[in-house]
């Protein structure tokens, strides 16, 4: 009786461990983002009208673990490539708001992810990183909706800029009234290295 339990117990306990296996999270991951399958635009409301926009990525990594939720990397936009189908407009933008000469990256840092990214399907999850912009690094949350497949990751969210809490000069005029923050939208397609 004694040796088929010997052999029972280790069987029982490497078959909850094969089945548990399939439900723990995966080893950190790192990401690759490519700048040709990205979009960031950015959407800034007036009176009149809402000015739309967008930027270039210039690059972008990423490396999380999904078992601590702990993130690492950054996504760099070129701050010189803002357009919004102004040429006046965007030459104010660079030259007084943005002052793009100078801080020609706005780039994103995350350090974890808030939320689990299922292997497969639709996530909710966010981003908490520094965001600089105009030379400063400011704290944020990036809520995101994560649609997996495959080992290829499609992000999308949006997050609100307070461009003129952080600094920077509101580019209204006596007739001219526009909102003191700014929204920008990200659509991404991530493939894992």
């Excluded at 010997?6 to 490519?34: H, K, M």
Aim: glycine share 8%; hydrophobic share 40%; proline share 7%.
């Amino acid at each position: 009786m004694m040796k088929p339990m010997r052999l029972f117990v280790p069987l029982c306990v490497s078959a909850l461990l094969l089945a548990a296996g399939e439900t723990l999270p995966s080893q950190p991951r790192s990401i690759a983002i490519d700048p040709a399958q990205t979009k960031v635009e950015f959407t800034l409301a007036s009176l009149l009208h809402t000015v739309h926009g967008d930027f270039h990525l210039k690059r972008g990594t990423l490396s999380f673990d999904p078992r601590s939720g702990k993130a690492s990397g950054e996504l760099v936009v070129d701050a010189t490539s803002g357009e919004s189908g102004s040429p006046a407009r965007d030459k104010r933008m660079h030259a007084a708001i943005l002052e793009s000469a100078q801080y020609p990256e706005i780039a994103f840092r995350p350090d974890r992810v808030d939320g689990k990214v299922a292997p497969e399907g639709k996530s909710q999850v966010q981003l908490h990183g520094l965001f600089t912009i105009h030379g400063v690094a400011h704290e944020i949350l990036f809520p995101a909706t994560v649609d997996a497949a495959g080992g290829q990751y499609t992000v999308a969210g949006t997050f609100e800029v307070p461009y003129v809490r952080w600094g920077m000069k509101n580019p209204s005029t006596l007739l001219l009234r526009v909102s003191d923050k700014v929204e920008i939208t990200i659509h991404t397609i991530l493939h894992t290295m």
